[in-house]
C-alpha cells in the first residue's frame, strides 16, 4: 500500500504501478485489491490541465483585428484607387448640318487605365449619333478628332457629350453647341479650281503650234493620228505633242508615252484635276504625288460619308493635310512653244 502511494505521489499511473508489481511476483489479487483500492479513492494520478480554450480564444481575438485592419485598408486603399476626369470642347459653337466638329478631349487618371470613350451627339436626350474608340490612359490623354453632323438635323441645341468608362465607373463632360438654319447667310470659301489651259489657235504656217492644231483636229475621228507625234524629230515637241493629245482627247493612256518625267508628271496633273485619282502611283515627283493623294483621300472620306461609315470618316480625316490639298497645283501652259519652227519626218 505504502509503495503504490508513494508511486502516484511521484507521477506514476495506475497501470504502470500494477505491471511493475505483477513483475515483482506480487500475487496478482493482492495487486488488483490494491490498485482497485486507489483507483476509487482521492490518490488517482492527477491529470494534466489542459487550457486550449484560452489560447483558441486568444487566437479568435487576433483573427478579428486582423481582419478589421485589412477592411479598414481596404477601403482606404479603395478611395484613392483611381480618379478620373474627362472634359471635351469644340472648335465653335454654330454649326451647319452635315458640317465637321473638331473637338479635342481631355481625360486624366491617378492611375495608367484603358477606357472605352464614347461620344454622343444629343437632342433632348436622344442619341443623334455616336462613336467610340478604346484607348490607353497615363497620368493624361488628349485626343483631337473629327466629328460629322448628320445633315439630316434640323435648326436647334445641341449636346456633345464624352462618356469615359474605366472597369465599373464612368466619368461624362459635354458641351453644348447650335445648329444653324442653312438659309442663314453663313460666308463659305469657295473652292479654287484650277484652270486647265486651252490650246489658243496658232497662224496656220510652218511651225509647232499650226502642226500641233492640225493633229488635234484629226485625232477627234481618226485616234491613230496621233501616232505623227512621233513625226515630230525634237523630243520636247514630241513629248508636248502627247501631252495635249492626252488633254484633248482625255485618254490619260496618251500621258503614258511621254518620256520627259516633268512633261509626263504635268500631264497626269491635269487629270488628277479632273478627278482621276488611280493615276498617283504613276507620278514621280513628290509634291504632285502627295497633292494626287490628298485628292483621292478627299474621294474616300466622301464615299464613306455617303454610306454614313463615319467611323471611317474620322480613321481617314487623320490623314488629311488640308494645305496640301488646297496647294491647288496648275498644269504648265506649253504656248511659248507653239511659235517655235520645227522638223518633221513626212508629216501631216
Not at 49 to 77: D, H
Not at 237 to 246: D, E, L, P, R, V
Not at 302 to 316: C, F, G, S
Amino acid at each position: 500500500m505504502e509503495y503504490v502511494r508513494n508511486s502516484l505521489g511521484q507521477g506514476h499511473d495506475l497501470y504502470s504501478i500494477r505491471n511493475w508489481l505483477l513483475k515483482n511476483n506480487v500475487p496478482p489479487q493482492q495487486v488488483d485489491e490494491v490498485i482497485s483500492y486507489f483507483s476509487q479513492s482521492a490518490y488517482q494520478q492527477p491529470r494534466p490541465i489542459n487550457k486550449p480554450q484560452g489560447r483558441s480564444f486568444l487566437w479568435i481575438v487576433i483573427m478579428i483585428l486582423l481582419i478589421i485592419v485589412g477592411v479598414y485598408l481596404l477601403l482606404a486603399y479603395s478611395s484613392k484607387e483611381t480618379t478620373v476626369e474627362a472634359s471635351i470642347s469644340g472648335d465653335k459653337y454654330e454649326y451647319l448640318a452635315g458640317e465637321n466638329i473638331n473637338y479635342e478631349a481631355t481625360i486624366t487618371s491617378s492611375k495608367k487605365i484603358d477606357a472605352n470613350l464614347r461620344y454622343v451627339i444629343l437632342s433632348n436626350n436622344q442619341v443623334k449619333k455616336s462613336y467610340s474608340e478604346k484607348v490607353t490612359i497615363d497620368k493624361e490623354s488628349t485626343r483631337n478628332g473629327i466629328l460629322l453632323i448628320p445633315s439630316t438635323l434640323s435648326q436647334g441645341s445641341y449636346e456633345l457629350k464624352l462618356t469615359a468608362a474605366y472597369g465599373s465607373k464612368t466619368v461624362e463632360s459635354s458641351y453644348e453647341f447650335s445648329i444653324i438654319n442653312v438659309q442663314r447667310n453663313v460666308s463659305q470659301p469657295t473652292p479654287t479650281v484650277p484652270v486647265i489651259p486651252t490650246t489658243p489657235t496658232p497662224p496656220k504656217d510652218n511651225t509647232f503650234g499650226s502642226r500641233l492644231i492640225a493633229i488635234k483636229q484629226q485625232v477627234t475621228n481618226n485616234p491613230t493620228a496621233a501616232n505623227d507625234c512621233e513625226k515630230f524629230t525634237s523630243t520636247e515637241q514630241k513629248n508636248i505633242c502627247y501631252s495635249t493629245i492626252a488633254d484633248h482627247t482625255s485618254k490619260v493612256s496618251y500621258c503614258d508615252l511621254i518620256s520627259d518625267v516633268y512633261v509626263k508628271d504635268n500631264c497626269y496633273l491635269a487629270f488628277v484635276i479632273r478627278g482621276n485619282t488611280q493615276i498617283c502611283d504613276k507620278i514621280n515627283d513628290n509634291s504632285t504625288k502627295l497633292y494626287c493623294n490628298q485628292v483621292r483621300l478627299v474621294e474616300l472620306m466622301n464615299q464613306y460619308y455617303q454610306q454614313n461609315n463615319t467611323e471611317k470618316v474620322i480613321e481617314l480625316s487623320s490623314q488629311f493635310e488640308p494645305n496640301l490639298y488646297n496647294s491647288n497645283p496648275i498644269p504648265e501652259n506649253y504656248e511659248y512653244t507653239y511659235s517655235q519652227p520645227t522638223s518633221t519626218n513626212d508629216i501631216i
